[in-house]
């Protein structure tokens, strides 16, 4: 019998959608990247997430730092948050974000678009060997 492999933050993953829903309800895609950016700190925030905006993070390779990447927000210290507010989300744009995520020490992100269409929300895993953080944050319900 196979078992079920765990949902790497579940609660955490949970909550960002349902902060993502909130800000698109309110605003659609009708407002410029900073706008919904900073609404959607507030929104995280009101459900007990903590939020750093625009944290540097190290890139590196053969363990070793290379560079940096500035992501919009960083959850729990665990989650990489990316915000875009654009037609839709490109294939270059899924590809960037994977090489952040795969050259950072993280292995959860969220590429989110807030477009004129409609919500995107892609959840990203990084599914090497690294171990998960731990989540300092509590979670409201």
Known sequence: MNKV???????????????????????GGAFKEKIVDR??????????????E??????????????????DKIVNDAIILEVKAKSFITKDDIDQFW???KG???KLGFLVNFGPAKLEIKRV???????VR?????LSA
């Open 125 to 131: 895993v990084y599914d090497s060997a690294r171990p």
């Open 5 to 27: 492999k765990d949902f790497l933050y579940e609660k955490e993953s949970y909550q960002i959608r349902g902060a993502c829903f909130d800000v698109y309800k309110a605003f």
């Open 54 to 71: 625009q944290k540097r993070i190290n890139i590196l390779y053969d363990g070793e730092k290379i560079g940096t990447y500035i992501p």
């Open 104 to 106: 950072s020490d993280y």
């Open 39 to 52: 609404a959607l700190t507030k929104s995280l925030a009101k459900r007990g997430l903590k939020v750093d």
């Open 99 to 101: 090489k952040y995520l």
């Open 134 to 138: 731990r989540v300092s944050a509590s």
